[in-house]
């Protein structure tokens, strides 16, 4: 085992809505529905015992606080050759790994120090979301799916949406992301 994101040899079981494709190709977890408690960095070992046929690579969009999960996920997905890229997604006119930051509305994120426990070797992309493009994907998700996610969810899935538009053979690769919040937080 390394360290403090060694994969447990008895991972908490997820619920079966914990992990739902919402639209082809397009991987979502949601920790609130997620009563079992399993760690986030579990998300990758979901994936891969979910047994998705033809399953060849995986495009991680994700967030870091701290950058614990981000890794874990990472590493994880990397380890089992399904790793294509793991994508970091800030608000505008932040960048983490230059120690840039703004003001913003996203939750835990981009709070004023670069996250200590962040793989960058693993990072091979970065994307901002504007305030507008988050509360239009916000809006949308909670009309399409009928649950309220928070802006940092609704910033990842923005960006998840744009990788997706790029793959082509949506049945081998797949877009994973998570949802870290409700939209009730920022009421």
């Known amino acids: 085992m390394e360290g403090p994101l060694a ?7 997820v619920t079966p809505t914990a992990l739902r ?3 082809e190709g397009l991987l979502m977890k949601f920790e609130l529905d997620n009563p079992a408690g399993s760690h986030k960095w579990r998300a990758a070992r979901n994936i891969i015992r979910r047994g998705i046929p033809g399953l060849e690579q995986v495009t991680f969009v994700s967030t870091a606080g701290t950058g614990a999960h981000m890794t874990g996920i990472a590493r994880v997905l990397k380890r089992e050759g399904l790793l294509a890229e793991a994508i970091l997604v800030e608000p505008e006119g932040c960048d983490s790994r230059t120690g840039t930051f703004v003001d913003h509305a996203l939750e835990g994120i981009a709070v004023g120090v670069v996250p200590p426990l962040l793989d ?11 305030h507008a493009d988050m ?28 990788v997706l538009a790029g793959i082509g053979d949506r049945a081998r690769h797949k877009v994973l992301t ?3 919040d409700h939209a009730l937080w920022y009421l």
């Open 7 to 13: 994969i447990a040899a008895d991972p908490v079981p």
């Open 21 to 23: 494709e919402i639209s």
């Open 120 to 130: 960058w070797d693993l990072i091979g992309g970065h994307a901002t979301v504007s």
């Open 135 to 162: 509360q239009r994907v916000q809006t949308a998700f909670i009309h399409e799916q009928g649950y309220m996610i928070g802006n940092t969810s609704a910033a990842c899935l923005k960006v998840s949406r744009d």
């Open 178 to 180: 998570l949802a870290y």
